[in-house]
């Protein structure tokens, strides 16, 4: 088992705090590496921030989807009138 060393910039840190650190670093020496990227991989990430030009782009292009989705619909009811 691995011994960690605090250092004075631990010891700000509540009892809560220091109970999650030694928790995860336990957690990392328990799982084996194909769990421990599964555990990784779980976390959530937050929402990215995009710039103005990005976001109307991808408006953009969920409008054009809806419009194809339109035409197509129209193009094989015509199709099956026909």
């Not at 250092?7 to 109970?19: A, E, F, G, S, V």
């Not at 030694?22 to 799982?31: G, K, M, N, P, Q």
């Not at 990784?40 to 030009?53: D, E, T, Y």
Request: glycine residues 2%.
């Amino acid at each position: 088992m691995m011994i960690s060393m605090h250092t004075r910039k631990d010891n700000k840190l509540n009892p809560q705090q220091m109970i999650a650190q030694d928790t995860s670093a336990w957690v990392r020496e328990v799982l084996e590496p194909d769990q421990l990227a599964t555990a990784k991989m779980a976390q959530r990430v937050g929402r990215r921030h995009l710039n103005p030009g990005t976001v109307l782009i991808l408006w953009a292009l969920r409008l054009y989807v809806v419009l194809m989705m339109f035409i197509i619909a129209y193009q094989i009811w015509m199709a099956i009138q026909s």
